[in-house]
């Protein structure tokens, strides 16, 4: 099982489909970059942008939704991640 990424005490049902989206792949992992040629997923406002680094105000300027999930392609094979992430979906 893939490691859970913290929310505030309380988490909406946005989050928990964010979640939920992100820990249903199987092939992606769920991590800010490695450096490296896997593919991975990230929820951006929790991960790389939380609100300590990056204000509500900012994210709003620039279009930084909290639903986003950020999706980043590595090197398997296409038809995998496919269908990898049409799994997770049909999950949420």
Request: some cysteine.
């Given at each position: 099982?893939?490691?859970?990424?913290?929310?505030?005490?309380?988490?909406?049902?946005?989050?928990?489909?964010?979640?939920?989206?992100?820990t249903?792949?199987?092939?992606?992992?769920?991590?800010?970059?490695?450096?490296?040629?896997?593919?991975?997923?990230?929820?951006?406002t929790?991960?790389?942008?939380?609100?300590?680094?990056v204000?509500?105000?900012?994210?709003?300027?620039?279009g930084?939704?909290?639903?986003?999930?950020?999706?980043?392609?590595?090197?398997?094979?296409?038809?995998?991640?496919?269908?990898?992430?049409?799994?997770?979906?049909?999950?949420?």
């Amino acid at each position: 099982m893939m490691d859970v990424v913290p929310f505030p005490p309380c988490i909406t049902k946005e989050d928990k489909k964010r979640l939920e989206t992100t820990t249903n792949v199987k092939l992606v992992k769920l991590a800010v970059s490695l450096g490296g040629v896997q593919s991975l997923v990230e929820i951006a406002t929790a991960m790389t942008h939380p609100e300590k680094y990056v204000s509500v105000e900012e994210r709003k300027e620039t279009g930084l939704k909290e639903s986003l999930i950020r999706f980043s392609v590595g090197l398997e094979n296409a038809e995998d991640l496919k269908k990898d992430l049409e799994h997770a979906l049909e999950k949420v």
